[in-house]
């Protein structure tokens, strides 16, 4: 699976957009951007995924670039429970990969009144 | 219960005793993976289960990890003869399917190992 690379911390105040960018330049066609948080003390949350289209849920948007090399995860209006760190993945779904998940660093992401 | 149950929550154990942690996956899901996390350290997979066999150990730091699913469903990491760099959280993860998985892995909260 290609690495991702993704700033180490970010502040963002509440109520404002979080945009939490991630590099993953050596990205291949059949690989897809996946983003999980981390909230201290707990498990990892999954929050999007997808593959070279925008996508948005309940929760955030992810937009993709047109060259597929890099990608934003957008929270619209931050809380203070969004807090944790935020982890950018991206894997071949299916094949031999099966639903293997191999985190790296993450971004820090401190959401502050 | 609807989520990934772990269980013991908190375990200390001296220096060379066996621990066992367990998990409980989300009914129907047949994929199953343990990772690890050590204090300020990213999560470090360690086997994934299909169903009962586990097709991928290589995350399994050393022959004193072992784990074992049964009927498809509860899992078992045991850590023999357990050393201080063992102490970590061991976090669970189940998915729906394992080759056709679309990446979405439900965690628990996972059981956090103290060895003194």
């Known amino acids: 699976d290609a690495k991702t690379t993704q700033p180490t911390s970010m502040d963002c105040a509440e109520g404002r957009a979080a945009n939490l960018p991630c590099n993953h330049s050596t990205i291949s066609g059949n690989e897809y951007v996946y983003w999980y948080r981390q909230i201290h003390s707990q498990g990892p949350q999954y929050i999007i995924h997808?593959?070279?289209n925008n996508e948005t849920n309940e929760m955030a948007s992810l937009i993709i670039t047109e060259d597929r090399k890099s990608s934003t995860l957008i929270l619209p209006h931050a809380t203070l429970r969004d807090t944790a760190v935020y982890y950018c993945?991206?894997?071949?779904?299916?094949?031999?990969?099966?639903?293997?998940?191999?985190f790296g660093q993450g971004t820090i992401l401190t959401v502050h009144p | 219960g609807a989520g990934v149950s772990q269980s013991p929550s908190n375990k200390v154990t001296e220096k060379g005793k066996d621990v066992e942690l367990r998990c409980d996956p989300i009914s129907g899901h047949t994929a199953l993976y343990w990772y690890r996390q050590s204090l300020g350290q990213g999560l470090e997979f360690l086997i994934y289960?299909?169903?009962?066999?586990?097709?991928?150990k290589s995350g399994l730091p050393s022959d004193r990890f072992s784990a074992e699913r049964t009927g498809g469903s509860v899992s078992t990491l045991t850590i023999q003869r357990t050393q201080q760099e063992d102490s970590a959280v061991y976090l669970c993860?189940?998915?729906?399917?394992?080759?056709?998985?679309?990446?979405?892995?439900?965690f628990g909260e996972g059981s956090r190992l103290t060895v003194l």
């Open positions: 289960f299909q169903g009962n066999s586990a097709p991928d």
């Open positions: 993945i991206v894997r071949v779904i299916g094949g031999t990969s099966y639903g293997k998940l191999t």
């Open positions: 993860a189940s998915s729906l399917a394992g080759v056709m998985n679309t990446g979405e892995l439900f």
């Open positions: 997808g593959l070279k």
